[in-house]
């Protein structure tokens, strides 16, 4: 597709629900990551892969979550045992270069509201 | 650690006012620095990006920005701002390694 495209853009799940959000980036982009948002703050890093090496996983904020992007296209963020404090809008991005000293342009998809209730 | 901030987390303008909006960062060495923008149902999208070089930036739709090393500041201005300019603006800064740090974000109103 022409863009990155995030798949559900809402989700409902009970505590304790373990959910999946999917992130189909531009093609042939080698940089991918994931970010959280929660409600009136900014876009917080989660973690990066290049290609489908997971470089820095540091932004994961507990070993519930867990993120993979096995043939360096696609990738799934995974959340178990859902939390109320899960609940925030989780935002791929995707750029053409890797992104060691320098980057290039993050483009963003339209994000998954996750709500846990 | 790392940080980026915004003054303003809400500013309301008319049509035809300039726009400035503060962004600071902490971090001594070398930054690129970016300006995104989320317009209403929409995604984030890049507005514009320093790298090196000429401090003043111009990006699309009119906007502008400077970076101000000894000030640790990167400023979004416009001129005179149109009613399609309400959106957020959100200050991102890339420092040594992969992540890029997002501020807070400003939400701008601007009333026809």
């Known amino acids: 597709g022409a863009g990155v495209s995030q798949s559900p853009r809402y989700k409902v799940a009970k505590r304790g629900q373990d959910v999946a959000l999917r992130c189909d980036p531009i093609?042939?982009?080698?940089?991918l990551f994931w970010y959280q948002q929660a409600l009136g703050q900014g876009p917080e890093f989660l973690t990066y892969f290049q290609n489908e090496a997971q470089l820095d996983k540091s932004g994961l904020p507990s070993d519930r979550f867990f993120a993979e992007r096995p043939e360096g296209s696609v990738s799934t963020l995974k959340i178990q045992r859902t939390q109320q404090e899960d609940s925030a809008v989780y935002l791929c991005?995707?750029?053409?270069?890797?992104?060691?000293?320098?980057?290039?342009?993050?483009?963003f998809g339209e994000g998954s509201r996750l709500t846990v209730l | 650690a790392q940080s980026v901030s915004q003054h303003n987390h809400h500013v309301i303008l008319s049509e035809a006012a300039s726009l400035e909006l503060g962004c600071n960062y902490s971090y001594g060495g070398t930054v690129n620095l970016f300006w995104y923008v989320q317009y209403p149902g929409q995604h984030l999208q890049l507005l514009l990006k320093y790298f090196s070089g000429d401090p003043l930036v111009k990006g699309i739709k009119g906007f502008e920005a400077e970076f101000i090393k000894s000030k640790f500041s990167f400023n979004l201005r416009k001129p005179s701002v149109q009613w399609s300019d309400t959106a957020e603006y959100f200050c991102a800064v890339k420092v040594r390694g992969f992540k890029t740090i997002f501020g807070a974000g400003t939400r701008l109103f601007v009333k026809a």
């Open positions: 991005a995707s750029s053409a270069i890797p992104s060691g000293s320098n980057t290039g342009e993050l483009f």
């Open positions: 093609s042939g982009h080698v940089s």
